[in-house]
């Protein structure tokens, strides 16, 4: 099976399609995660970045923005945590490829759970780090594996 982390950029496209791209293949995703295709995963950073955005640019209710947060959870399990090692590695690769430490963490991080990380962060897929919706689907049509 293969094993994707979601970052937020990726994960809100399930709840939100506004003026999102790539809309077609999140739900071609979340489908495929429903089936058992493949195992989507959420990182516990992931959660707060996209409570905050719920809250802050789309302006939703707190009992919107907790059933968006209880269905993420529902869907994918308890979210992903870095392991203490994990804060230097991340603080080296934030360092070397110009990354937010935030971005690092959630490259660090599939790293760790030898998943892919799935992204629309233009630095996160520029230093190789993340793919896009459409690669990962591609990916999977081909047979390719983690």
């Known amino acids: 099976m293969r094993e994707l982390l979601l970052d937020t950029s990726v994960l809100l496209k399930w ?7 790539e809309i077609e293949h999140a739900e071609w995703h979340l489908q495929a995660h429903r089936a058992g ?10 959660m707060y970045e996209l409570g905050n955005v719920l809250v802050r640019a789309l302006n939703l209710r707190a009992h919107q923005v907790r059933a968006v947060l209880e269905t993420t959870r529902a869907l994918c399990g308890p979210p992903l945590t870095l392991s203490d090692a994990a ?6 690769l934030a360092t070397h490829d110009a990354l937010t430490f935030y971005d690092a963490a959630f490259a660090i991080a599939a790293r760790e759970y030898e998943c892919t990380l799935v992204s629309a962060d233009r630095r996160l897929l520029a230093s190789g780090h993340a793919i896009t919706l459409t690669q990962s689907m591609a990916r999977f049509k081909s047979g390719e594996t983690n």
């Open 15 to 21: 709840f939100h399609r506004d003026g999102e791209d």
């Open 87 to 92: 804060f230097g590695q991340t603080a080296d």
């Open 37 to 46: 295709l493949l195992h989507a995963h959420v990182l516990d950073l992931g």
